[in-house]
């Protein structure tokens, strides 16, 4: 098989260590050609900063589009992130009409809120549209308050997990294959992913640890797509990427004040080579 090419569009957010920062280093570890499509340039997340700069790049988005275009180039996969705007959104929605072709998967993660709320500048509007957007996709991720938000209950009820299948059934309504993240039980953090087609549900849980990591799902989605585009089932991927996300808060654990702002994930990147020796060996990628 050969080498596969990913394009990741989503914000450059300069410094946090989420976002693009995490996604290319992510999925090179695991044998992907990654391509970047920025939507917009942020001098951080939005998490926990204040006076942060945000440049959408809606222009410059549909010119590197066209000359893709010109240009030929293909993908096996695209994988939308966090984009920031309306009119960014229909952009992207353009850009998977343009691009995705029979076999290109198309996943995204629907990043807009998480613990109960809304990011900074985004809300009820950007939501609907996004669940617009998350139709084109073969696979979605939100996590616990994004699933919420995208299956009309509360934000604020994100910690109730009690109907989560449910909740994954009612968003299989929108696209076929549904990884939730950040699922709360007590004190086990889980993910789960539900298949429509087969009807499968898996979880793969975890100790919960006090406090918000910025940059995991951002972790999550990159390794589950570096994986799942190599081959991995939906199961496995969802399965080895959560470790590896646990892996990355485990080592940050120690010096979590130093790096409150976004996980120490770069001392975990030799897992994910790992993951990849094992994948190329079992499904002959070149
Ligand atoms: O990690 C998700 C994310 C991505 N991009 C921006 C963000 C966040 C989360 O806060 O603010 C700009």
Redesign the pocket.
Known sequence: MKQKRLVTI??I?CF?K??VT?ALPVISALGTEAVVLPT?V?ST???EFSDYTFHPLHDEFQRISDHWKKLGIEFDAIYV??I?SNELIQAVSDFIDRFAKKDTVVFIDP?MA?NGKF??GLGEDYAQRLKELCRKAHIISPNMTEAMILSGHSPADYKESGNIKEIAHTLSDICDNVIITGVHNNDIISTVAYNKVTDNFTRADKPMYDGVF??S??LFSSAFMGMYINGATLEDATKNASDFVNDCILKTLDEREKYWYGLKFEQSLGILTEYYKELKSTKHLS
Do not use: P
Request: proline letters at 0%; a negative charge.
């Open positions: 989503q914000d957010s946090g989420c976002s995490a917009a942020l997340h939005t998490g992130g966090y920031g990043a998480d990011y900074s910025y940059g799902g951002d």
